[in-house]
């Protein structure tokens, strides 16, 4: 099944639409853990890692942005859908800009919650795959310092690494040796509030390819595989 093996936080205090989430998150497969406030929430986060939490904004007692705001700065990094009455623009904004990864307006087309789910729950179980790689990598004379997000080239220069570039750098060396298809980096790397163009992808790799080959018209570590995506020989 779609959600096989996968674990979701559900934090919502209406209990017929928790019921109801509850129940079709089950049934497509998906393990579901429930809280009806942020301090249940919080500790239910703190015992464990979850690929996706379903978030709602207005609980009892902590409200959801301050969930969510203390999952982050916990370094509680899984993936969270905002699921809210609140529908403006700048309500939206000050979900995401406390570290959410969706936001979802109620009421909601429940196809429409299961497919961002889906994805969501995709990008957690990928977060979790690129935890196994080090916090420090070597290849090639180059050292990359995932957790500083900073590299050290075999000549010495320090690179200053964006967080973008430090996530899919993480992503394709946790995958080495195999392609990483275009449709997997944006959904762990930019997620699904902005699609970036195929050519901004390609724009990632070239710096990658600048700073880390020797030759970056004949790259030796980060290769493009036409049509379908990327991938890193150490």
């Known amino acids: ?11 919502e205090d209406e209990q017929s639409l ?32 979850f690929d996706l939490v379903i978030l709602d904004l207005m609980l009892p007692a902590i409200d959801g942005l301050s969930v969510l705001e203390t999952m982050r700065l916990n370094k509680m990094d899984s993936p969270v ?3 809210s009455a609140k529908n403006s623009s700048a309500d939206r904004v000050a979900g995401l800009r406390k570290g959410a990864d969706d936001y979802v307006t109620k009421p909601f087309e429940l196809e429409e919650l299961l ?9 957690g179980m990928a977060l979790q795959q690129a935890k196994n790689v080090a916090d420090v990598y070597n290849f090639g004379g180059h050292r990359v310092d995932f957790k ?9 220069d320090i690179v200053e690494l964006s967080k973008k570039e430090t996530m899919l750098l993480q992503l394709l060396v946790s995958n080495v040796n195999e392609v ?19 050519r ?5 790799i070239l710096t990658f390819r600048r700073h880390f080959e020797e030759d970056s018209r004949n790259p030796k570590y980060f ?4 049509g379908v995506g990327y991938r890193f020989t150490p």
């Open 81 to 83: 859908l905002i699921l």
């Open 200 to 204: 901004t992808i390609d724009n990632f």
């Open 1 to 11: 099944m779609l959600g096989a093996n996968a674990n979701i936080l559900i934090v």
């Open 18 to 49: 928790h019921e109801t989430l509850k129940l079709n998150l089950e049934l497509e497969g998906y393990d579901v853990t429930s809280a009806y406030n942020g301090a249940e929430a919080l500790r239910h986060c703190h015992n464990g890692y």
């Open 148 to 156: 500083s997000q900073t590299a050290t080239l075999k000549n010495g």
């Open 180 to 198: 990483v298809t275009r449709e997997k980096i944006l959904q762990n790397v930019w997620g699904y509030q902005v699609f970036p163009t195929t």
């Open 115 to 123: 497919l961002r789910v889906g994805n969501l729950v995709q990008k």
């Open 223 to 226: 290769h493009s595989v036409r």
